[in-house]
């Protein structure tokens, strides 16, 4: 009877064990080196060409213009919501929402003294060139920025800090988006990350191995807006290894082998 309850407490703790390599991100690399020097390399993953965004229906748009005609730069910055005068230091998700333009489903966008502008499909920098050509006829040495205000994704399961989280860079990466989400927990299966997309052609999920140095050369190293990542948990945790649960495993243990020691007798 000790015996089957050593062997019953022995696979459940092998159950509950998270290995080693399973807690590591690039963990598949092989033949790695016990000491470094500054210069060695391990492996050479070549990077994906960044391809810029192309804006879609429901993008969100912050418009700024710089001109010498000053009334009417400030009325079309009033129009976009950008104050000028004085610097915006506010940079919280629901004031560059109220500062935005919001692409329309047919992929336009309502602008001062222009007709309905087409902009689906343009990238940031495209978009900044056609809007300084169609405001040349009523500003001098016009110069427009244009940058994406919805850049955020939602970052779900096994990391420290799930939820929506905003990106304020060009280009960001998985890892980033999962670092700003307090990186993996301890129950992260970092070989099983799931990424759901929205391309023209309908949702896309895909599934990413992290523990591959290689998925870095795929075109979904970058994220994108409005991308949504779920890490999902490694089998370990249907064991529920925590150390309360561990000491309720001991304690039925111990008190079956007190039953069955009384019955014995």
Do not use: W
Request: glycine share 6%; with cysteine; proline share 5%.
């Amino acid at each position: 009877m000790t015996l089957a309850l050593i062997v019953l407490l022995l696979g459940v703790m092998s159950q509950s064990c998270v290995g080693y390599k399973d807690l590591v991100t690039f963990n598949a690399v092989d033949n790695v080196p016990e000491t470094l020097i500054s210069d060695s390399t391990i492996q050479v993953t070549p990077t994906p060409r960044y391809k810029e965004y192309k804006i879609k229906p429901f993008d969100q748009l912050v418009i700024k213009i710089n001109a010498f005609d000053g009334s009417t730069e400030e009325f079309l910055n009033r129009e976009f919501g950008v104050a000028t005068g004085t610097p915006n230091t506010r940079n919280l998700p629901e004031d560059i929402f109220f500062r935005s333009l919001t692409v329309s489903d047919s992929g336009t966008i309502m602008l001062p003294l222009l007709d309905p502008m087409k902009v689906e499909g343009l990238t940031t920098e495209q978009l900044k060139a056609k809007l300084e050509e169609s405001y040349k006829p009523y500003l001098r040495f016009v110069s427009i920025k244009v940058r994406l205000a919805n850049m955020r994704v939602t970052v779900l399961g096994e990391v420290g800090q799930p939820g929506v989280h905003y990106l304020y860079q060009e280009k960001n990466t998985i890892l980033d988006a999962i670092g700003l989400a307090g990186d993996f927990t301890d129950f992260g299966n970092r070989k099983k990350i799931r990424l759901i997309r929205q391309t023209p052609e309908g949702s896309r999920t895909v599934f990413l191995n992290l523990s591959r140095p290689e998925f870095a050369s795929t075109e979904y190293f970058y994220v994108q807006p409005q991308d949504m990542i779920y890490v999902e948990p490694l089998r370990a945790k249907s064991f529920n290894v925590s150390s309360e649960s561990v000491g309720l495993v001991f304690s039925a243990i111990s008190l079956g082998a007190l039953l069955a020691n009384i019955f014995i007798k």
